[in-house]
T-cell receptor
């Protein structure tokens, strides 16, 4: 049972345009969400996070939107740059501890930004 | 400040052998997580250690085990290796109560 889903395995955008990466989750206990970026042969790098008390968090070119009722979050990258080309993982966690106190990841979306 | 470090970078074993992977968390971090990234499967949660105790484990067989030492470094052991265990194994650490996890570069395990 996949609790965090990234339904698009890949996404290709032009440099300067907006990249939108989507993520859906099924576990209503999740209340903290993170995005990681991963280059080949490297570990994932934390990008941005959002807790369920907010519906938007912005950090430079990266903005994460959370729609709790739809159990959906998205990462927007504006403007996209060729260096953004990487695999992006959505992750979710419950802050309440216990069995939810771990990161559950989606399968990732490969973003390619074309010059 | 040093990040999460993992060793070795690459490991080649034959089927049936045992593999030991090591992880040193960021200084001050008490939680260590292990993940497996196999081809086409994304990041799969393996184990979570905090304060020396195993707090949770993912859906992996018992031959995947580990421990956390008093200095919070951790070891992942995989016994009776199978070809399907070939994957990138990632370790992450976080502060207690902080779910933002920082990852190491990973250990590429190849079982032949």
């Amino acid at each position: 049972d996949q609790q965090v889903k990234q339904n698009s395995p890949s996404l290709s955008v032009q440099e300067g345009r907006i990249s939108i990466l989507n993520c859906d989750y099924t576990n209503s206990m999740f209340d903290y969400f993170l995005w990681y970026k991963k280059y080949p042969a490297e570990g994932p790098t934390f990008l941005i996070s959002i807790s369920s008390i907010k519906d938007k968090n912005e950090d430079g070119r990266f903005t994460v939107f959370l729609n709790k009722s739809a159990k959906h979050l998205s990462l927007h990258i504006v403007p996209s740059q060729p260096g953004d080309s990487a695999v992006y993982f959505c992750a979710a966690s419950g802050l309440g501890g216990g069995s939810n106190y771990k990161l559950t990841f989606g399968k990732g979306t490969l973003l390619t930004v074309n010059p | 400040e040093a990040g999460v470090t993992q060793s070795p970078t690459h490991l080649i074993k034959t089927r049936g052998q045992q593999a030991t992977l090591r992880c040193s968390p960021i200084s001050g971090h008490t939680s260590v997580y292990w993940y497996q990234q196999a081809l086409g499967l994304g990041l799969q949660f393996l184990l979570w250690y905090d304060e020396g105790e195993e707090r949770n484990r993912g859906n992996f067989p018992p031959r995947f085990s580990g421990r956390q030492f008093p200095n919070y470094s951790s070891e992942l052991n995989v016994n009776a290796l199978e070809l399907e265990d070939s994957a990138l194994y990632l370790c992450a650490s976080s502060l207690d109560g902080n779910t933002e996890a920082f990852f190491g570069q990973g250990t590429r395990l190849t079982v032949v």
